[in-house]
């Protein structure tokens, strides 16, 4: 296996973008990566992109090759890929830009990630999401995402003690990150009662707890690391990479207040790296929910199972502190692009590890992970 590096990431403000089309958001976080790349497109030898459900939301699939085309791509018949894994769309089709050039299949990989949610209404939004649960056992009796993530953290509370004052604390902490990110979809800070006594969602879930529906797209560049100082004076290798799946009904899994996967693949990708958990300075989780920062920080072995509330808390997920968590903003406040999500991800850990994220940099980081679930 060769080592592999990312050499150019871009991405577009993430929001209610009604002046721009799915195409142009995919074109234009990509375009970006090249350019930071200093590619010509020439070079480039295929193409993925983390994607998870186009086909509801504007009507139109064969995502790859729509990509491909509009980019110029496609007058060079490179292989474009569409990657689908729900929310783990984009982290999963990095994955598989990974292997291709891990494995010495390709030499020059973009890999991009986007969605365009907010064209239907906030109803249909919701449905469109649930066909990531399982329809048989969960959607077809009304168990929405925020009523499947509100028993996670009905259970997390009854077994650990974690309060509703911990679960704000990560959409208060998130908010203030992103209120420094000048493309994230909500840049200004909440206070604790406020998320607090926001409009219930589903029981202990308000407003506050959830990510919104977002519109955005985001693309990195790899290459071998050999490679990479040809193109770029900062490259950023990838040390580890893992991946694991369960089971998707809630009601089949051992415990719903631990995400196996996540811990599966951690082990995985702190083993290939050869560095442990306590070794990350920055990471991105997955927080679509409050409650799913609460659980990711503990599968991920940065905090004791049962622990993640009170160290959000405590402040010992903030700027500032010896791990930072979702310094973008995260899901709550970046905004939550389902198929660009895991792009987005690293792109801002990029960001950060370049010394370049301006007034939300974490100082001296060296090491940062995602998780895209």
Known sequence: MREVAIIG???TKFGELWDMSFRQLGIQAGLAAVADANLTSEEIDALYV?????GKYIEQEHIGALIADYSGMARDHIP????EAAGASGG???RQGYIAVASGMHDIVVVGGAEKMTDVGDVLSGEIQATAADQQWETTFGATFPALHAMIARRHMFKYGTTREQLASVAVKNHKHGSLNPKAQFQK??????VIKAAPVAEPLGMFDCAPVSDGAAAVVLCPLERARKYTDTPVKVLGSGQASDTLALAHRKSITQFDATSIAARQAFKQAGIAASDVQIA????????SEILAIEDLGFFPKGTGGKATQDGLTSLGAKLAVNTSGGLKARGDTMGATG????????TQLRGEAGKRQVSGAERALAQNV
């Open 9 to 11: 990431i871009g991405d």
């Open 50 to 54: 983390g994607n998870m459900s186009a």
């Open 80 to 83: 474009a890929t569409r990657v």
């Open 92 to 94: 999963l089709a990095f």
């Open 189 to 194: 800070e909440i206070k604790l009662d406020a």
């Open 284 to 291: 991105e989780v997955h927080d679509n929910f409050t409650i």
């Open 343 to 350: 792009i987005a991800q690293v792109v801002e850990l990029v």
